[in-house]
């Protein structure tokens, strides 16, 4: 990994910070068991991910509904994998 892609995964990860107790939860897990996974798509899909608000974070990693961009599929999958969702 170069430096580049280390600044922009320990950016992701402050932007993981949620107000939401759930979904900082949801997220500090994520960091924890795959701090080194995320691939530049993957990163680009996260940061569509947490800009929006938490309470629609949270619909979609909930699970109580799906990504209107197929392309985050993937990424919401990841993301309710490591808590068991």
Not at 11 to 24: G, I, M, N, Q, T
Not at 50 to 60: I, K, R
């Amino acid at each position: 990994m170069n430096e580049q892609q280390r600044i922009r995964r320990e950016r992701l990860r402050w932007h993981s910070r949620r107000a939401l107790l759930e979904l900082d939860l949801v997220m500090r897990r994520f960091w924890q068991s795959q701090p080194e996974l995320l691939d530049d798509l993957q990163a680009e899909q996260l940061e569509c991910l947490l800009a929006m608000e938490d309470h629609d974070l949270w619909e979609l990693l909930s699970g109580r509904q799906e990504p209107a961009d197929p392309a985050l599929q993937g990424m919401v999958a990841l993301l309710r994998q490591p808590t068991g969702f």
